[in-house]
């Protein structure tokens, strides 16, 4: 049982979007941090650094978790997902990116990369959710900008076309 | 918004669990899901000096159902509890109860024996487990005892836990013929704590209803009739406190409300 002490760094070994990635962490270090300085995984935001505004919602071992909840330490050995690895290749948005951008689902984008690791991971569990059970979904999410009407908008939208085009699997 | 420095101990054992808490008592906190105890990390309203990681435990693990309860080891996330296959055939009050705690977010990372431990008077676990009339299992060096909810839950985020011990698990009592069980909540957003929260479980010839978000832990009264003169009076009983999202007759008030509610629901619940 190894005791890694508070004032070194200790590596911390995860995949991140299905890549085997390595950094150096104190056992304080938040995952948001590690993510962004020592990863230079900076699609991943930082908000209210307390669990309340959704901003760094990522996917740990297949659910949606909020990055600064979580210490570096113990994501060690993780499977994780973030807002870069949506993207099915470079220069081609994902069906639920696409429909983001269709309804102008974002104005100043702070909040988005979060709301769509929550989305990505519940249209794959619910592929047919009714506007009521979306917007509870999103209460995990504060954006300032939107309103929320096109958000939903939009994820409806992408339900749809996921249904249509089986993509969603 | 950053923690203070601390050791980081990942157990793998619960014997290992237990020599660091016997070695460190106080010093130490314990880590499960982190989705209370990182912001308190953060917010440096807890300085430990070493963290122990408990969810590499195996032992701490799973959903059994044993003696009558569903027995909930330390490890179990909320998350795992409410996609249990059986958990509203053995305990409809928690198929109710659990999605009312904080956001899919969180519930795929916080423990329900966390949020016990913690014990905040607003969480819908500690509500439960009263209402229930469950239990823990606590363990450390010394050995292993099992504590009713009612002497657990001593005051505000306080506990009867020793600080050499940890939750093992928490057992909540399946439903028993005749019970109907109804659970109710007023927030000013989904997810928010618990502005008042009423769990009410009918029996024969009986109702308890507990209540969360009122006093500095979850209250529980047990009524032969129960009508709203009885339900006032507990109403009106209750040490509930003012804060800046109620006032403490605010709350009383919900309590009335939403106990009633709560209380003919289970009634028309039984089966």
Known sequence: ?169 | MKPAPFDYVRAATLAEAHDVLAAEASDAAVLAGGQSLVPLLSMRMARPKVLLDIMHIAELGGIRVENGAIRVGACVRQAELLAWPELATHQPLLAQAVPWIGHWQTRARGTVCGSIALADPSAELPLCLLALGGEVTLSSKQGRRGMKADEFFTGLMSTARRDDELIEAASFPCRRPGEGFAFREFARRHGDFAIVACAAIAMDNSVRLAVGGVADRPIVREFDGAGDEALAAFAKELDARDDLHATADYRRNLVRRLGRIAIDEARRCRV
């Open chain 1, 1 to 169: 049982m190894p005791r890694l002490s508070a004032d070194a760094g200790h590596a911390v070994r995860l995949t991140v979007n299905g890549r085997a990635m390595e950094g150096e962490a104190e056992p304080r270090m938040l995952l948001t941090d590690f993510l962004r300085h020592k990863l230079g995984l900076t699609g991943t935001h930082v908000g209210c650094e307390h669990g309340v505004c959704g901003a760094c919602t990522i996917q740990i071992d297949g659910a949606p978790a909020r990055a600064c909840l979580t210490l570096a330490v113990q994501a060690d050995g993780a499977h994780i997902r973030t807002v870069e690895g949506l993207a099915p290749e470079p220069g081609r948005l994902s069906v639920l990116q696409e429909a983001f951008r269709r309804h102008h689902a974002l104005q100043c984008g702070f909040c988005t990369a979060g709301i769509l690791m929550s989305l990505d991971w519940y249209l794959r569990q619910t592929p047919e959710p009714s506007e009521a059970e979306l917007r509870e979904f999103l209460s995990g999410h504060i954006c300032r900008c939107t309103g929320y009407v096109p958000i939903v908008a939009a994820a409806l939208d992408a339900a749809k076309r996921l249904r249509e085009t089986g993509e969603g699997k």
